[in-house]
């Protein structure tokens, strides 16, 4: 069976953007872009992969990327076309016809799961991750050394305690923590 993984960038206090949406106040060091080049290399958007040297790298943990209308609407038209790109909307039509457009998240997510394939990523935003929370098996949480003091959280969603068990943790020089969770 399939994993859901909510892999997602967040500022020490829990924030994965600003409330604009933005998301530039993450500093992007280069020990952890290498990391996450070696370890993710399908999360690096389409327009980066050439320069980062990835233009051809295989995908190793995913092979999808789940979206809200928010997050997609950040990026070109098919900002991850090496992957199969499924945006979560009731009002967005297709502008690329490599994207996908949902309206269950919880449906969708079920039924990817049985499919054969890698792991599925949860690429954001917030409120797909909250309506999403009971079917996430494993979160990577990139914590940069940065307060937003405001913003879009990581889960939008009501108060759900729900439990997680870290599995891995690395720091790095620039301050960064990466950690993985699983339930």
């Known amino acids: 069976m399939r994993r859901l993984t909510y892999y997602v960038a967040t500022s020490i206090d829990g924030f994965i953007s600003g409330p604009g949406g933005e998301f530039d106040f993450f500093p992007m060091a280069a020990d952890v872009l290498g990391f996450i080049n070696t370890k993710w290399p399908e999360t690096v958007p389409g327009h980066f992969r050439e320069q980062a040297g ?26 991850y076309a090496h992957l199969r790109q499924i945006v979560f909307s009731r009002t967005l039509t297709s502008p690329d016809p490599a994207v996908e457009i949902a309206t269950d998240p919880v449906g969708t997510v079920r039924k990817l799961k049985q ?30 050394p940065v307060v937003a003091g405001t ?31 699983e339930r």
């Open 54 to 79: 990835l233009a051809h790298a295989p995908n190793q943990q995913f092979d999808t990327v789940l979206m809200g209308r928010g997050t997609y609407e950040i990026g070109d038209p098919s900002p």
């Open 115 to 144: 499919e054969d394939g890698l792991g599925i990523w949860l690429c954001g935003g917030a409120d797909l991750a909250g309506q999403l929370l009971p079917e996430i098996d494993e979160l990577i949480v990139k914590r940069y």
């Open 151 to 181: 913003g879009k959280p990581m889960f939008g969603a009501g108060f759900t305690p729900s439990s997680f068990t870290m599995v891995e943790s690395r720091a790095f020089d620039s301050g960064a923590v990466v950690s993985t969770y």
